[in-house]
């Protein structure tokens, strides 16, 4: 009915890093009834039903947990096993991968024995709202945090039937070699299907009253960047990771409506978290294995050193089948997006005035991770950009961008991106410096844009303060743009290659039509 987990590193102010939400406990303790239990296991081995070879159901209640990168950090160090120990693990790995080597061609026989050896499990998940506070700061109260309220999760298996199962191994090899190939796939993956449930995102100025705004009320609703969202997603987990032509992870979400709100003042502090409160490989490994690699003494980063070396040393040990591997793909659905932007006038009370809203139509997402890069295709089938910036009288001016005046019958998506991003580690200088090749592709159907000056100047003036930072200091990347391109530390680069159908160019002052701009295809 009760668990704690203590943090007994100095200087924290929470000291419950997980803990069990006081209001619900307070809550039935004045009704004087009986305690759901906290944590709720049934495990069953070869369950009567036959769904699999075990049963699990969990339940969980309410939890608070206070996010500590660096208690992360100590803990996942303590619980690294010795390099003696990891050499023993990677033999016995090595060996298992021998036996099954023909496995990953899919053949009858392959498949037949892994599904035999394979041990399936129905796993049921309920988990009551768990709350998840991230500081940016974990030693001080006054510091911008987010707080994360899962609302509702939920998740459970979608096994095939053992009796499809025993019907394909009954096959003939006739019957077999006429099997689809998408009904083999789905019996390579473990299944799971995921629904969020009335999850929301806040990010404030401090911890107390950004989750003092969780009661809802309008003085703490400016802090919300994400509320009522509501997805259902299934995950798709391999049963043999080396199998390297499957994806070893993949989802498939489908969103009805996606509705974000958000200010230059949460972007800068959700910016921040990103970098400073992910846990750092660099500082849970052991430096026994960088003997024979040179560090510069004079390096800036010690710690991003390290862990290039670590990246490097993984890179140069893997086949060309194992780098060209999808470790995740994730395919995601989004009937409408709204994106409503703010521009913070006070960050203490997070005061805002609304500067547009980007509504997008039809929103498919493809992201693909691999060992070396990343690939990423997007497409949207419509797109209006509302301006709140300037008070146009003449409706022509309201959206600074729309497609929907030039393509009313909607037959043709807006756009499509195909972008890819490649990892290079060099030496330079006694450094190792990671650099990133990027490849951007861009075909767009016409569509019209409205230049309100104020609106414009805002927009750039907006961009400008929240998406850069004019005083960032130089990026080791930077140091290679005087190389030559055909050197082996030659600089990251960029390629973009942009096809639009055309663009008509509206010119407003004040509500009035100056003149209007059409230009013909681009490429």
């Known amino acids: 009915h009760e668990f704690r987990v203590e943090d007994g590193s100095t200087n924290t102010i929470y000291k419950h890093i997980i803990s069990v939400k006081k209001q619900k406990l307070q809550l039935a303790e004045s009704a004087d009834i009986g305690l759901d239990p906290l944590f709720d296991v049934n495990f069953e081995s070869n369950p009567l039903d036959e769904s699999a070879d075990s049963k699990l159901d969990v339940k969980l209640r309410g939890m608070t947990i206070f996010y500590h990168v660096h208690f992360i950090n100590e803990i996942t160090r303590f619980f690294n096993p010795p390099k003696q120990h990891l050499d023993t693990i990677g033999a016995i790995i090595n060996a298992a991968e021998a036996t099954v080597e023909g496995w990953t061609t899919?053949?009858?026989?392959?498949?037949?024995?892994?599904?035999?050896?394979?041990?399936?499990?129905?796993?049921?998940?309920?988990l009551q709202a768990p709350l998840i506070i991230v500081p940016l700061d974990p030693h001080i109260w006054d510091t911008p945090c987010a707080v994360i309220d899962a609302g509702h999760i939920a998740l459970a298996s979608d096994l095939v039937p053992k009796k499809e199962i025993a019907r394909i191994k009954e096959m003939t090899p006739e019957e077999y070699s006429q099997i689809d190939g998408n009904e083999l796939n789905k019996l390579m993956f473990d299944r799971f299907k995921l629904c969020l449930q009335d999850t929301q995102i806040l990010i404030g100025p401090d911890i107390r009253s950004t989750i003092k705004s969780l009661d809802g009320t309008k003085d703490g609703s400016q802090?919300?960047?994400?509320?009522?969202?509501?997805?259902?997603?299934?995950?798709?987990?391999?049963?043999?990771p080396k199998a390297y032509n499957l994806p070893k992870v993949r989802a498939f979400a489908h969103l009805p409506k996606l509705n974000i709100s958000l200010n230059d003042y949460q972007y800068k502090v959700m910016m921040q978290?990103?970098?400073?409160?992910?846990?750092?490989?660099?500082?849970?490994?052991?430096?026994?294995?960088?003997?024979?690699?040179?560090?510069?003494?004079?390096?800036?980063?010690?710690?991003?050193?390290?862990?290039?070396?670590?990246?490097?040393?993984?890179?140069?040990?893997?086949?060309?089948?194992?780098?060209?591997?999808?470790?995740?793909?994730?395919?995601?659905?989004?009937?409408?997006?709204?994106?409503?932007?703010?521009?913070?006038?006070?960050?203490?009370?997070?005061?805002?005035?609304?500067?547009?809203?980007?509504?997008?139509?039809?929103?498919?997402?493809?992201?693909?991770?691999?060992?070396?890069?990343?690939?990423?295709?997007?497409?949207?089938?419509?797109?209006?950009?509302?301006?709140?910036i300037e008070d146009n009288h003449n409706d022509l001016f309201t959206h600074l961008v729309s497609s929907s005046v030039l393509n009313p019958s909607g037959t043709k998506d807006l756009f499509a991106v195909n972008f890819k991003r490649e990892q290079r580690i060099v030496h330079h200088k006694e450094l190792l410096i990671e650099v990133f090749d990027q490849d951007i592709k861009i075909n767009m159907a016409q569509l019209q844009v409205v230049l309100t000056p104020t609106s414009i100047l805002t927009l750039m003036n907006y961009a400008l303060t929240t998406f850069t930072d004019p005083d960032a200091p130089a990026l080791p990347a930077d140091a290679l743009r005087h190389n030559k391109e055909n050197w082996e530390d030659a600089p990251q680069k960029l390629t973009m290659n942009v096809n639009m159908a055309g663009m008509v160019v509206l010119l407003n002052d004040e509500s009035i039509k100056l003149a209007t701009l059409i230009l013909s295809a681009v490429d």
């Not at 899919?106 to 309920?126: C, F, P, W, Y």
């Not at 006070?346 to 609304?354: Q, T, Y």
């Open 223 to 240: 802090y919300s960047i994400l509320s009522g969202l509501l997805l259902e997603l299934t995950l798709d987990i391999s049963i043999l």
């Open 106 to 126: 899919q053949t009858r026989m392959g498949i037949e024995s892994l599904l035999e050896e394979h041990k399936t499990a129905n796993v049921t998940l309920d």
């Open 273 to 388: 978290l990103l970098d400073k409160c992910t846990p750092s490989s660099a500082e849970m490994m052991s430096n026994d294995d960088l003997k024979d690699y040179a560090v510069s003494d004079d390096a800036l980063d010690q710690n991003n050193q390290v862990q290039l070396l670590k990246n490097m040393q993984l890179l140069e040990n893997m086949t060309p089948a194992e780098l060209d591997q999808k470790l995740l793909d994730i395919q995601f659905d989004i009937d409408l997006v709204q994106i409503s932007m703010f521009k913070c006038l006070e960050d203490k009370s997070m005061h805002c005035k609304k500067l547009i809203d980007v509504l997008g139509g039809k929103l498919k997402l493809n992201f693909v991770k691999k060992a070396k890069g990343m690939d990423l295709d997007l497409s949207m089938h419509s797109l209006e950009i509302e301006d709140f």
